[in-house]
C-alpha cells in the first residue's frame, strides 16, 4: 500500500510542472486579449485568468491533500 500512495504522490508531484506552465501560457494569452483584445478583450481575458488559477489550485491542492492524509492516515 506504501508503494501505491507513494506512486501516487510522485504522479502529483510530477503533475505540478507543466500546471504551473500551463497557467503562465494562460496569463500570457490573456495578457494579450487584455492589451489587444478591443472590445471583448476584457471579457475573454478574465477568463483565461481565471481559467489559469483554478487549474494551478486543482492541481496544488491534489498535492496537498494527498500528503495530508497519507500524513494523518495509516492503512
Not at 15 to 38: E, K, S
Amino acid at each position: 500500500m506504501e508503494n501505491l500512495i507513494a506512486t501516487g504522490q510522485a504522479f502529483l508531484e510530477w503533475l505540478q510542472m507543466p500546471a504551473v506552465i500551463a497557467t503562465a501560457i494562460a496569463f500570457c494569452i490573456g495578457g494579450y486579449y487584455l492589451i489587444f483584445g478591443g472590445e471583448q478583450g476584457r471579457q475573454k481575458a478574465v477568463k483565461w485568468f481565471i481559467g489559469g488559477v483554478v487549474g494551478l489550485i486543482v492541481v496544488l491542492g491534489a498535492y496537498s491533500l494527498a500528503n495530508s492524509i497519507s500524513s494523518n492516515i495509516k492503512f
